[in-house]
C-alpha cells in the first residue's frame, strides 16, 4: 500500500517567511512523529501525535514552531519566521499504534533552505 | 535519559567483505532498538528491530544484529557486503515506558563499498 507520503519534498523561503509542511500518514496509523534531520546528522525528534492529540511536543526548538493533525489524519508542521538555523530536512514517520516496539515508517523527507 | 553511540562516522569494506557497524546504546529502562537504512534524498527504512524476545535478530537484505545487555551493544552486521549497500545506517533506541516512544538515534555510520 501507500506509505508515507510529504509535500513539497523541497521548499526554499527567504529569512522572515512562514512555511508549512505537510505529512499524510499511512491509512489507519494511530501516531505519527516529526523530526528534524541536520546536514550529517541523525533524525532528532520535534512531536508526537496520538490521532489527533498532541501528547509530546518537547523537541520543538522555539515557539516559532507548531504542528497539528485536526482529523487525526494529515499533519501540518507550521514554521513561522523561517531562520538560517531552521534549514534541514524535516522528516514524518507513522506508526500503527502507540507503543515502544511499533515500527516507525518514515516519508521521504522535506529539504528546508532558509535564504 | 536515552542516548545511542555510532563508533565510527564513515566505514569502508570491499564488495563481498564482512559488514560491521557499531552501536552503543544507553538506557535507564529496557530498550527498544532499531536499525535503519537511508539512501540519498529518501527517508529512513527499517532494517530490524529488537523488542526483548530472541536476541539476535534477522532483518532485511540479509542483515542481522546481536543484542549484547552486559555490553550495551547492539551492532549490525552482513557477512558479504553488495554495492547495493552503500548508505547512511542509523541506530535508535525507544523506550518501553508506554506513551513515551520517541525514537533516539545515532549520529549515523556512511558505510561505502568498494569494488
Known amino acids: 500500500g501507500a506509505g508515507v507520503s510529504q509535500s513539497p519534498r523541497y521548499k526554499v523561503a527567504k529569512r522572515g517567511q512562514d512555511v508549512a509542511l505537510r505529512c499524510d500518514p499511512i491509512?489507519?496509523?494511530?501516531?505519527l512523529f516529526w523530526y528534524q534531520q541536520a546536514l550529517g546528522q541523525g533524525p532528532e525528534f520535534l512531536t508526537y501525535?496520538?490521532?489527533?492529540?498532541?501528547?509530546?511536543k518537547s523537541g520543538l526548538p522555539s515557539d516559532r514552531f507548531f504542528a497539528e493533525r485536526p482529523e487525526g489524519s494529515v499533519s501540518t508542521l507550521k514554521i513561522q519566521r523561517t531562520q538560517q538555523e531552521d534549514s534541514a530536512v524535516y522528516l514524518c514517520?507513522?506508526?500503527?499504534?502507540?507503543?515502544?516496539?511499533?515500527?516507525?515508517?518514515f516519508g521521504d523527507g522535506t529539504r528546508l533552505s532558509i535564504l | 535519559a536515552q542516548s545511542v553511540t555510532q563508533l565510527g562516522s564513515h566505514v569502508s569494506v570491499s564488495e563481498g567483505a564482512l559488514v560491521l557497524l557499531r552501536c552503543n546504546y544507553s538506557?535507564?529502562?529496557?530498550?527498544?532498538l532499531f536499525w535503519y537504512v537511508q539512501y540519498p534524498n529518501q527517508g529512513l527504512q527499517l532494517l530490524l528491530k529488537?523488542?526483548?524476545?530472541?536476541?539476535l535478530v534477522k532483518g532485511i537484505n540479509g542483515f542481522e544484529a546481536e543484542f549484547k545487555k552486559s555490553e550495551t551493544s547492539f551492532h549490525l552486521t552482513k557477512p558479504s557486503a553488495h554495492m547495493s549497500d552503500a548508505a547512511e545506517y542509523f541506530c535508535?533506541?525507544?523506550?518501553?515506558?508506554?506513551?513515551?516512544?520517541?525514537?533516539?538515534f545515532g549520529q549515523g555510520t556512511r558505510l561505502t563499498i568498494n569494488p
Open positions: 514517520a507513522s506508526s500503527l499504534e502507540l507503543g515502544g516496539g511499533q515500527p516507525q515508517h
Open positions: 491509512s489507519g496509523h494511530v501516531s
Open positions: 501525535f496520538q490521532n489527533e492529540a498532541q501528547l509530546d
Open positions: 538506557s535507564s529502562v529496557p530498550p527498544y
Open positions: 529488537y523488542t526483548s524476545a530472541a536476541t
Open positions: 535508535a533506541v525507544s523506550t518501553t515506558i508506554q506513551g513515551a516512544q520517541k525514537l533516539v
